[in-house]
């Protein structure tokens, strides 16, 4: 069986990344129950008055909400742990992983933790869950999407417009790329920013799409494009944010190939735990 760099095999919760979010998310989860259920305990000791019966609605229909949400963390739970979702938990998982990760980040404060470790943790979980989703109907648009960041800062050649530009000289990820782009036919863009990357979604209009940033562009652009199918595959930053960064090939190679249900070849063994950055990021920010 495949295991991942840290030598865990896939498929098991215990990764320490995907534990930050679960962890989170459920503490989270725990704090608005008991702030939901005192509510309700509070106001149903004495029989509202009919000017307060949308206060019940309210926190009646805030219950109904938990209820839901715990439902979309138990799929989430069982992706991580399983790889398959479930029809019954389809919904509430693929709705859930963005709701929870502003109840994520925000549990995540109160332990002191950086935001880039929850965002990191939270990308890992929505890739299995994207994984384990798209697997009964493969999507025949995919939208590779590639930051201009990866490109060595002095070289001359004007990859924005077309990758094959690259002169090929191997100071940065770029020339590998190609090598995937060729292995796999499917075209890969640069954006500039996220105005050109939504520009590429609206003219492309891909039904599924890999896109390679940090990890805090990452989770905003899954949240703003809830409705297409993202592998995210976080950079790596040697040298800070927005300079010179760097991204594992083989990790864009297996986000491609279990979108596309080609098999793993020998000694490759594509997993959704493949779809990492290759070393910790750095904690610089240039935003
Ligand atoms: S590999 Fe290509 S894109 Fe990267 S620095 Fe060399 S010529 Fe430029």
Same mark, same amino acid.
């Given at each position: ?26 503490? =989270?989860?725990?704090?608005? =129950? ?5 509510? %309700? ?12 019966? %949308? ?16 439902? =979309?963390?138990? =799929?989430?739970? @069982? ?10 938990? &389809? ?13 994520? @980040? ?21 890739? &299995? ?22 490109? %060595? ?83 790596? @930053? ?50």
């Amino acid at each position: 069986m495949p295991r991942a760099r840290d030598g865990t095999p896939p498929n098991k919760i215990s990764t320490p990344r995907k534990r930050v979010f679960f962890a989170l998310a459920a503490g =989270g989860l725990l704090l608005l =129950g008991l702030a939901v259920g005192i509510a %309700w305990f509070l106001s149903a000791r004495r029989p509202p008055a009919l000017a307060r019966y %949308w206060v019940v609605g309210l926190e009646t229909a805030a219950g109904l909400f938990l209820v839901f949400l715990i439902l =979309g963390l138990a =799929g989430l739970i @069982r992706v991580a742990l399983t790889g398959k979702l479930p029809a019954f938990f &389809r919904r509430p998982s693929l709705l859930a992983g963005s709701i929870l990760l502003p109840i994520a @980040r925000f549990s995540g404060r109160l332990f002191g933790l950086s935001r880039e470790l929850i965002e990191g943790s939270f990308i890992e979980v929505h890739n &299995r869950l994207v994984l384990a989703s798209v697997t009964r109907k493969l999507p025949r648009r995919i939208l590779v999407l590639l930051p201009h960041c990866l490109q %060595w800062i002095k070289c001359p050649f004007k990859i924005t417009i077309d990758l094959e530009n690259c002169g090929r000289c191997r100071k940065c990820d770029i020339y590998q790329l190609i090598e995937v782009q060729h292995d796999l036919g499917v075209k890969f863009h640069v954006a500039t920013g996220g105005g050109q990357a939504r520009r590429l979604l609206a003219d492309f209009r891909p039904e599924a799409v890999v896109a390679v940033a940090c990890e805090r562009e990452l989770a905003e652009g899954i949240q703003d494009v809830n409705k297409i199918p993202v592998v995210a595959v976080p950079n790596e @930053r040697p040298e800070g944010y927005c300079r010179n960064t760097r991204v594992d090939p083989g990790a864009i190679r297996a986000a491609l190939g279990l979108l596309m249900g080609v098999p793993p070849s020998a000694g490759n063994g594509d997993t959704p735990d493949q779809v990492t950055p290759r070393q910790e990021a750095d904690t610089a920010s240039c935003t």
